[in-house]
């Protein structure tokens, strides 16, 4: 399995539970000396990879292929956001944003979807956020890189389910990790936390293949 933005928070999480249950995992993010402690604590393959240049795409897929001897489920995770005003958004700050949340996703995918196609098996699972179904004030790039993300997943599974291939998405509300902010806040046991997701999605994936959830929405019982 491949978790893309796998080095923290959601991503190395559900790389550590996939790891527990058997897993043979490969995880990507775009700081070298990130990825490689991560990989090292959680005991599975890690690479340098930024998800938005295609290059780097092509050499992540075809790393993960080689390297746990055949590829079956990619966890498209890696994401980043900001936060500001319509009239306060810049230019550059969009197409970031948008080069990671959604060409990235296209990429890393497009180059999954082929191997998957080819064996006739495989899960996409994209990681998109209640942000994907309800626009807020400062969302301007972030939300709207979550519901495009949100079209593409329809667009993939009705391409790929007659190839037996499953697309699915999950969309947390807010969770507690350094997404954002960069560090890692104290944690408040009403909200939700890494863990809570990676449990979901490896459920999800866990499903036989002659199944699939579409999509869920994960939120906090009652956040304090």
Same mark, same amino acid.
Request: net charge neutral; with cysteine.
């Given at each position: 399995?491949l978790?893309?933005?796998?080095?923290?928070?959601?991503?190395?999480?559900t790389? #550590?539970?996939? %790891?527990?249950?058997?897993?043979? +995992?490969?995880?990507?993010?775009?700081?070298?000396? *990130?990825v /490689?402690?991560?990989?090292a604590?959680?005991?599975?393959?890690?690479?340098?990879a930024?998800?938005?240049?295609?290059?780097d795409?092509e050499?992540l897929?075809a790393?993960?292929?080689?390297?746990?001897g055949?590829?079956?489920?990619?966890?498209?995770?890696?994401?980043?956001?900001?936060?500001?005003?319509?009239v306060?958004?810049?230019?550059?700050d969009?197409?970031?944003?948008? #080069?990671?949340? %959604?060409?990235?996703a296209?990429l +890393?995918a497009?180059?999954?979807?082929?191997?998957? *196609?080819? /064996?006739?098996?495989?899960?996409?699972?994209?990681?998109?956020?209640t942000?994907?179904?309800?626009?807020?004030?400062?969302?301007?790039?972030?939300?709207?890189?979550k519901?495009?993300?949100?079209?593409?997943?329809e667009?993939?599974?009705?391409e790929?389910?007659?190839?037996?291939v499953?697309?699915?998405?999950?969309?947390?509300?807010?969770?507690?990790?350094?997404?954002?902010?960069?560090?890692?806040?104290?944690?408040?046991?009403?909200?939700?936390?890494?863990?809570?997701?990676?449990?979901?999605?490896v459920?999800m994936?866990?499903?036989?293949?002659?199944?699939l959830?579409?999509?869920?929405?994960?939120?906090a019982?009652?956040?304090?």
């Amino acid at each position: 399995m491949l978790v893309t933005g796998g080095s923290r928070g959601i991503g190395k999480e559900t790389a #550590r539970l996939l %790891v527990e249950r058997g897993a043979k +995992v490969m995880l990507c993010g775009r700081n070298e000396k *990130v990825v /490689q402690q991560a990989s090292a604590a959680l005991g599975c393959s890690g690479l340098r990879a930024d998800v938005s240049d295609a290059d780097d795409v092509e050499r992540l897929v075809a790393a993960t292929v080689t390297e746990l001897g055949g590829y079956d489920a990619l966890v498209n995770n890696a994401a980043i956001g900001t936060f500001a005003s319509l009239v306060d958004t810049e230019i550059a700050d969009m197409g970031r944003v948008w #080069r990671i949340n %959604v060409l990235g996703a296209f990429l +890393v995918a497009q180059a999954s979807a082929k191997h998957f *196609v080819e /064996q006739g098996s495989g899960t996409i699972l994209n990681v998109g956020s209640t942000a994907a179904r309800k626009g807020f004030a400062g969302g301007t790039a972030y939300a709207s890189s979550k519901f495009a993300l949100s079209g593409l997943t329809e667009c993939w599974r009705a391409e790929l389910r007659q190839h037996g291939v499953r697309v699915m998405q999950i969309n947390p509300s807010e969770v507690q990790t350094e997404f954002g902010s960069g560090n890692q806040p104290a944690l408040n046991p009403t909200k939700l936390q890494s863990a809570d997701i990676a449990q979901a999605m490896v459920d999800m994936l866990a499903l036989p293949d002659r199944a699939l959830i579409t999509e869920t929405t994960v939120w906090a019982t009652n956040p304090q």
